[in-house]
């Protein structure tokens, strides 16, 4: 399977860091079967597309469960699309921790975006209080229980990132993050077939930066990378895609 490098800005870089950005890396395409995308803030989406080599890939943070009406502040699935935008993030944690999404709200924004051809980086993972807990397993299979109503699609991919490893520096081993991965295949294989499941690019999250993505990606069911920190700056960021 491909390898998904994707970069999470998050509320970060200015208009003249992302001309910076883009100016170091625009010359610089991935290797064969690999995939580099950027999700930059909702109003900086356009300019990254006029600026960014056409390899790279631009999508959102996040896209409303609606397609219009009195949603202030909302981003639309369908205007995302009409200005170009290729993919979304759905449910990361800091939706879902800071604005009280629900994995009700993240099954309907997936459904809307998948409905407005975008593609769906549906976003799970557990808290350290519910590692601790021992409950991984079951917090991520609650989180992707709405795959199976929803059905399989070429243009779901699913991101496991434990919380705890999100922007702290930890990062999950590569066997901690491998049997979450091998779990979240195996809950696919279940609830659609098992060719469905195993073309499914399932990237991990929290703390991936050039030193660590290696050991990551050598697992069998670690299909690429979801990048926060790491991705602002443009010679880690090429460096994870080129590896
Ligand atoms: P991080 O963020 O790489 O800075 O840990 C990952 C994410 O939030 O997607």
């Known amino acids: 399977m491909d390898t998904y490098i994707v970069g999470n800005w998050k509320m970060n870089q200015n208009l003249s860091e992302i001309k910076s950005f883009f100016t170091e890396i625009n010359a610089i395409p991935p290797k064969a079967g690999v995939h580099a995308w950027i999700a930059p803030q909702t109003m900086h989406l356009q300019h990254c597309l006029k600026t960014a080599s056409v390899f790279l890939k631009i999508g959102s943070q996040n896209s409303s469960e609606h397609i219009n009406g009195a949603f202030t502040g909302e981003s639309s699935p369908t205007a995302l699309k009409e200005l170009g935008a290729y993919f979304t993030l759905v449910g990361h944690s800091e939706r879902r921790s800071i604005y009280g999404e629900t ?130 700056i443009a010679s880690k960021f090429k460096q994870l895609y080129q590896l």
């Not at 709200?105 to 601790?132: F, S």
């Not at 795959?147 to 901690?176: D, N, R």
């Not at 609830?191 to 073309?199: D, I």
């Open 103 to 232: 994995n009700e709200t993240v099954a309907a924004k997936t459904k809307t975006a998948l409905e407005n051809d975008l593609i769906a980086i549906v976003c799970v993972g557990e808290t350290l209080k519910q590692r601790e807990a021992n409950q991984t397993l079951q917090v991520v299979e609650s989180q992707i229980a709405f795959l199976k109503e929803q059905g399989f699609s070429e243009k779901i991919l699913v991101a496991y990132e434990p919380v705890w490893a999100i922007g702290t520096g930890l990062t999950a081993s590569p066997e901690q993050a491998e049997e979450v991965h091998a779990f979240i295949r195996k809950t696919l294989a279940d609830m659609w077939t098992e060719e469905q499941a195993a073309q499914t690019p399932l990237l991990y999250g929290g703390s991936v930066k050039p030193e660590n993505v290696n050991e990551l990606l050598a697992q069998s069911n670690i299909n690429g990378a979801l990048v926060g920190g790491a991705s602002l």
